[in-house]
């Protein structure tokens, strides 16, 4: 018996529990402009209804096959009791005996028919539950990207900061290339004497407010005179100089299979930085900051459009440089 007081029959359940599990299309081909034609406008009737009729969708789930939820306010978390013969596997986390789970994960269970959530002693419906959790600690967003990823098999915690190393190697290669640019050739110092001791000296001399970017002294090596003819310098993502961002990491994320335990996560595969399709580029600024928070594991970012995810990732790389020689 339902809240409207009628019992469904055994051929109505059938029925429900026999629907399709394939969703309308939630996008397709755009027109520039719209026709206002009858058949256009059947079309979206017709997309319109089919996305109805699946929030209306009535599921149908075996009570002994749910686990109880209760909404904690002062906690802001989910307290469980779980069904009987339920693995929870990375869901919630014991306290005292008592398992609790975080609001995203309680919706995306109560989303999969899983969970029944209760708040002031009564079942949420699934709307309910999502204007009543919204609002703690996470935004639609953010639960978008956490059920996208989860859906694909991964598992995804909270992101837990870490202490940025600084590679040794990368520094010594630096001081290694600093010592190559020092290096002064006495062909070149030569080559120098001669020019400044030449009608071409004047050149700097700057009499007239405009000289050459290179003197005759800087050509040591060709190292030093692609440095002098820098314009933009070069920064490395994993510079320690970064400023903080306005980018956070949400979610650390593990490849299903990897052994994840919540007492020795290990490393992640993935760190994950959500971001909407209207939000600017982050600056090189930000990716350095994010990429040293995230150190080893690589930084992607999760930006949400209409709600579909993609998934982007900034690749530190060199431009060639054609030298033949110093």
């Not at 469904?8 to 996008?27: G, H, I, N, V």
């Not at 419906?125 to 996208?148: G, K, R």
């Not at 959500?274 to 600024?285: A, G, H, K, N």
């Amino acid at each position: 018996m339902d809240e409207f007081g009628y019992i469904t029959s055994a051929a109505e359940l059938q029925k429900l529990k026999r629907q399709p599990a394939t969703l309308p299309p939630s996008w397709g081909l755009k027109a520039s402009f719209p026709s206002w034609t009858e058949e256009e406008q059947a079309s979206v009737e017709s997309l319109i209804k089919d996305h109805a009729a699946v929030l209306n969708e009535e599921r149908v789930v075996k009570r002994g096959n749910l686990s109880v939820g209760i909404w904690v306010p002062e906690k802001a978390m989910i307290k469980i009791e779980a069904a009987k013969g339920t693995h929870w596997n990375h869901f919630g986390v014991t306290i005292n005996s008592v398992l609790w789970a975080a609001p995203e994960e309680a919706l995306f269970l109560l989303e999969q028919g899983s969970l029944e959530l209760y708040y002031g002693g009564m079942p949420l419906t699934l709307q309910q539950a999502f204007s009543i959790l919204l609002p703690h600690m996470f935004t639609l967003d953010h639960y978008i990207v956490y059920a996208y990823l989860l859906r694909l098999g991964f598992i995804v915690v909270k992101h837990h900061k870490k202490s940025f190393r600084g590679s040794r190697q990368s520094n010594a290669t630096a001081d290694e290339k600093g010592n190559r640019s020092t290096d002064v050739s006495s062909s070149s110092i030569q080559v120098s004497d001669t020019i400044m001791s030449s009608p071409a000296a004047c050149l700097w001399k700057d009499e007239s407010g405009c000289k050459p970017l290179l003197r005759p002294s800087d050509a040591r090596s060709t190292a030093a005179v692609l440095s002098k003819l820098q314009v933009v310098k070069t920064q490395r993502m994993t510079s320690t100089a970064a400023q903080a961002s306005k980018y956070l990491i949400a979610f650390d994320v593990y490849q299903p299979g990897s052994g994840y335990k919540k007492t020795t996560p290990g490393s992640p595969y993935i760190c994950i930085c959500i971001c909407r399709f209207l939000d600017p580029v982050p600056s090189l600024t930000d990716i350095t900051h994010l990429t040293q928070e995230a150190h080893p594991t690589p930084v992607k970012f999760a930006v949400v459009s209409g709600g579909n995810v993609s998934i982007y990732s900034f690749l530190d790389a060199d431009l060639p440089t054609f030298v033949s020689n110093g």
